[in-house]
């Protein structure tokens, strides 16, 4: 297996712009997972899914922050507008069931300029 | 809600000693723990996981782990660190009731040095 896919490792995009990033999680796997990473916050846990249904986007900076997983193997997450603070590290993973370990990408670098 | 907690930011052991890097958690129901590590510039990489059974757990690269109940805890320990082992550390945590989610700890940098 290829493991989670986060194509695209670097996106640099000015401010204001809509920026969205992808992922792809590994097949069969039922829950997928976006979190966020800067020095100051550390790992922060964006949203879940589980088969496809949102189950917790409290973890959503705000309004401006989206995510979508029309199915199984694939999943967006959406900042419209971005702001230079949401210049981080996203990561995308996935887990087989409720209770198993996640399986992550290797990271989106957004930079907002 | 899910909490985990690693109150050292950072550890520093000398090459051959043994290491450990602490765990606290907070949840409720049946807890899931497990480590994971990440390299610069990398994603997090799973290390091991406690789902039932045993309380000391063996993972890869030669790491374990320890659960405990009652102080709500699961340490990672490795009995002679090596220079490669210098890392970021995540303990996290997931429970078994329907809806919570995948939590981790702010991390803790370890230095092993030559």
């Known amino acids: 297996d290829a493991g989670v896919i986060q194509s695209t490792r670097h996106e640099v995009t000015e401010m204001g712009q809509e920026v969205t990033l992808r992922c792809k999680p590994i097949?069969?796997?039922?829950?997928l997972f976006w979190y966020r990473q800067t020095m100051m916050r550390g790992l922060e846990l964006l949203i879940y899914f589980n088969n496809n249904v949102p189950i917790d986007d409290s973890g959503m900076p705000e309004d401006r922050f989206s995510a979508k997983m029309p199915n199984a193997s694939f999943s967006t997450l959406k900042i419209q507008p971005s702001e230079p603070r949401d210049s981080a590290v996203y990561f995308c993973?996935?887990?087989?069931?409720?209770?198993?370990?996640?399986?992550f990408g290797q990271g989106t670098r957004l930079t907002v300029v | 809600a899910q909490s985990v907690a690693q109150p050292e930011d950072q550890v520093n052991v000398a090459e051959g000693n043994p290491l450990t890097v602490k765990c606290t958690y907070s949840?409720?129901?049946?807890?899931?723990l497990f480590w994971y590590v990440q390299y610069p510039n990398r994603g997090l990489q799973f290390l091991l996981k406690y789902i039932t059974g045993d309380n000391l757990v063996k993972g890869s690269y030669g790491f374990e782990a320890e659960f405990n109940k009652s102080q709500t805890s699961f340490h990672l320990k490795k009995p002679s660190a090596l220079v490669s082992d210098s890392a970021l550390y995540f303990c996290a945590v997931r429970a078994d009731n329907y809806g919570q989610n995948f939590v981790f700890g702010p991390g803790t940098r370890l230095s092993v040095l030559p």
């Open positions: 993973a996935s887990s087989r069931d409720r209770v198993t370990e996640a399986f």
């Open positions: 949840v409720s129901g049946n807890p899931y």
């Open positions: 097949s069969g796997h039922d829950y």
